[in-house]
């Protein structure tokens, strides 16, 4: 099968499984522990800190870890709204984010807390000045995503970022699907909080981190012992972190990936040359993108069962956790895409081991199952 869903997890990179390997065979002690094998553990955790921190431009204190990017959203948004409900109760995101982003959104919603979605144009971009109208005197956090997990589009953050400081109004950012693909130095950024996942660059499942820019304050989300300096309490998952550290490392080699790109235009072109361009349909900005996503749309037909069909191909009809759906994504809708393309829309993202021989052969049954399913196909 020809894997093009890295969007929804990647492999582990060899020497990511190199690196994890002798803490899982002979580094088992506890990394509180405070004699030479507990101290041992720590040491590795903490050079794992530093390599997430060097990716991300921040200083290895501003890294909390946790167990993936949908804690890490929960972290921030539910932290700041507990440590600042006494100044506000107004958060603002917008309408194509992460369920983990918005699902805490709504939590909150039952407590009191009023929650804003700025609306996106056709290609799933946030004005900001939409953002900047939106802020009122209880305001204490913006949470706008990075990238969308969906159409890869890029969002304005440093634009918001600098909308937020001058309203002096914490910023935060879902960036899973951007780590490790673009650019995410949070000095560049602006942000005030970011969330990461491990397995979104090529390091294991079960981990991730949270960014908390220095003299930001937030609640912890999980309370117990001491651990990640009060952030964060529960034992600490070495061989996991030395994963993403070791996978945060290897990042830095590949970020914006003029290859990738390249061959996400190949697929498309492939495709509209098999189908014809009226029956295919580009989501979100072509663009301002991650260099490996490609959103499709298909005329007349419904992505999941689309994908049962195309067995040869692993792909997603959306956001992996949505795979049963036979309706168009809320993504999708807030973006207007027309029904018969939104319907059957799949999602197809590249990684690094991708070929042009992949994308070839992956068109070619593409536009094979297509023509099958859809008389309109030509």
Request: proline share 5%.
């Amino acid at each position: 099968m020809i894997y093009l869903d890295y969007n929804a997890t990647t492999p582990i990179d060899p020497l990511v499984a190199d690196a994890m390997i002798p803490l899982l065979r002979e580094h088992q002690a506890n990394p509180s522990s405070a004699h030479a094998l507990g101290v041992s553990c720590r040491e590795v955790i903490d050079k794992a800190r530093g390599q997430v921190a060097a990716l991300l431009g921040a200083q290895p204190d501003e890294i909390v870890f946790t167990s993936g990017g949908s804690e890490s959203n929960n972290h921030a948004i539910k932290g700041v709204a507990e440590s600042l409900r006494d100044r506000g109760n107004h958060i603002i995101t917008c309408t194509v984010e992460h369920p983990a982003t918005l699902a805490p959104c709504a939590y909150l919603e039952r407590y009191g807390f009023e929650i804003t979605k700025v609306p996106v144009d056709g290609n799933g971009w946030v004005d900001p000045d939409d953002v900047k109208r939106a802020i009122t005197s209880r305001t204490i956090l913006i949470t706008i995503m990075h990238a969308n997990n969906e159409v890869g589009t890029i969002q304005p953050i440093a634009d918001i970022s600098k909308i937020a400081r001058e309203a002096g109004v914490l910023m935060h950012t879902d960036a899973a699907q951007s780590v490790g693909k673009i650019g995410t130095r949070v000095d560049e950024l602006g942000v005030d909080l970011l969330s990461m996942a491990s397995h979104k660059l090529y390091g294991p499942k079960g981990i991730g981190a949270l960014y908390v820019r220095s003299g930001v304050t937030i609640e912890p989300l999980i309370h117990g012992a001491g651990h990640e300096r009060g952030m964060r309490a529960g034992t600490e998952s070495t061989h996991n972190t030395v994963g993403l550290g070791m996978a945060a490392e290897l990042a830095a080699d590949h970020i914006d990936s003029d290859e990738l790109r390249s061959l996400s235009i190949l697929l498309h072109d492939l495709i509209v040359d098999g189908l014809g361009d009226g029956v295919v349909r580009w989501n979100g900005d072509r663009e301002n993108r991650l260099p490996n996503t490609v959103n499709l749309g298909f005329k007349g037909l419904v992505g999941p069962e689309f994908l049962t069909r195309l067995s040869g191909v692993a792909a997603s009809p959306g956001a992996a956790c949505h795979f049963d759906r036979h309706e168009p994504s809320e993504v999708l809708s807030a973006m207007n895409v027309p029904h018969p393309f939104a319907l059957g829309s799949i999602r197809f993202s590249l990684g690094r081991p991708t070929t042009r021989d992949d994308i070839e052969r992956a068109a070619a049954d593409t536009v094979k199952i297509a023509r099958t399913l859809s008389p309109s196909s030509s």
